[in-house]
């Protein structure tokens, strides 16, 4: 019996106008900033003109996206509320692939602009087999404290004892898929920001998602028990902010593209992947085909990298070791250079830098569970 799990951080799939950008220059739209505007209310009206024109092709992308995945069940990041996913779903997934995921679930978790995780899942997969839902937690209270995870990094970078380790949660999903169990956590890391204390952005917030990451083992073991989690039923899916590896590029469309692959001396990855205590399953795919984003700061700073992932328990990958995941990648912009052979026909309407389905790509895998 197989499943088709997906994961996908589908941008700001909100619900509400953000004006702070008449206030904040740095989230001011650049479409916007192009204008002499008057006052506020002038800018409110733009504003919301402007992401409503916006909106619709990218979610008809982002639905275009899903639909390509063609998971039974799905995690998602970056959603507002259950009332945007309702409506993304029932205005834009279900002209495209008719009578789907009719179950949802998220919780409020931390994230201080309101995005949270989500699973959406079918009633059955592609099969025939029924999934049943059984049980969702959330883990978005969870302390330093109280997991004993505070150190003097995360000091350093104003981040006290008491605070909640999760940036947004750590959801917990239990289901049977045709009777056999599965637990699923939906993660979305901190992610890497700007620099500050004179560090480079990824490496100031490592330590918060490496708190996440041993967070997220220390629930696993606790829930399994730490001599039997690897041989259970469990995956690990969601934005983890974070690579063990990226793609250099260089050069430019007028003399061609050169990608270099390199490797990385630390990541938050590590806390899980180490001793086998999980597999990411995009890493058999060929290392420079592995990438879910494409990060760019202007022609000196460029690269593709995996921020997006499927991490199976032990056994789940040893049952499935011979299961490829899948990365959609037709909803990314046209600045995205790919490397040879990995080019693809993208989706209508897709801008040089937007419209687009989001600025990470879907990735998915057909499992056996048994």
């Not at 001396?265 to 180490?274: F, I, K």
Request: glycine share 6%; aromatic share 8%; with cysteine.
């Amino acid at each position: 019996m197989s499943l088709r799990l997906a994961t996908f951080n589908v941008e700001n799939l909100m619900r509400r106008f953000d004006f702070s950008g008449f206030r904040n220059q740095l989230n001011e739209d650049r479409s916007l900033a192009l204008f002499e505007i008057k006052d506020e209310a002038e800018y409110r009206q733009l504003e919301k003109a402007r992401a409503i024109a916006h909106t619709d092709d990218t979610r008809q992308m982002s639905a275009l996206a899903i639909a390509e995945a063609r998971a039974d069940i799905i995690c998602l990041q970056e959603v507002d509320d259950i009332e945007a996913l309702k409506a993304f779903e029932y205005g834009y997934l279900f002209k495209m692939i008719g009578e789907g995921y009719r179950q949802k679930y998220t919780t409020a978790g931390n994230d201080s602009r309101g995005i949270d995780v989500a699973v959406m899942m079918r009633t059955e997969t592609a099969h025939g087999q029924p999934i049943e839902f059984v049980r969702m937690t959330s883990h978005a209270s969870v302390t330093f404290d109280e997991f004993g995870l505070h150190t003097p990094e995360l000091t350093q970078v104003g981040i006290e004892p008491f605070e909640r380790i999760f940036r947004r949660d750590c959801l917990e999903i239990d289901v049977t898929v045709g009777g056999v169990p599965l637990t699923i956590y939906t993660l979305h890391l901190k992610s890497m920001g700007g620099p500050r204390n004179n560090l480079p952005g990824r490496e100031a917030s490592m330590p918060l998602r490496q708190a996440e990451a041993k967070a997220t083992r220390r629930i696993i073991e606790e829930r399994f028990g730490r001599e039997h989690a690897k041989n259970k039923r469990w995956v690990i899916c969601g934005d983890m902010n974070d690579y063990r590896e990226r793609v250099l590029i260089t050069g430019n469309a007028h003399a061609g593209f050169e990608f270099e692959p390199v490797k990385e001396h630390q990541s938050a990855l590590d806390v899980l992947l180490a001793d086998g205590f999980c597999e990411n399953v995009v890493e058999r795919r060929p290392e420079l085909d592995r990438w879910t984003l494409y990060h760019t700061r202007g022609p000196r700073e460029r690269h593709l990298c995996q921020l997006d992932y499927i991490l199976l328990s032990p056994a789940l990958a040893q049952a499935n070791s011979g299961a490829m995941p899948d990365i959609i990648r037709r909803g990314q912009p046209y600045r995205t250079p790919f490397p040879p052979g990995q080019e693809v026909e993208r989706y209508p309407r897709t801008g040089w830098d937007r419209p687009k389905a989001s600025d990470h790509c879907p990735v998915a895998i057909t499992l056996d569970i048994v």
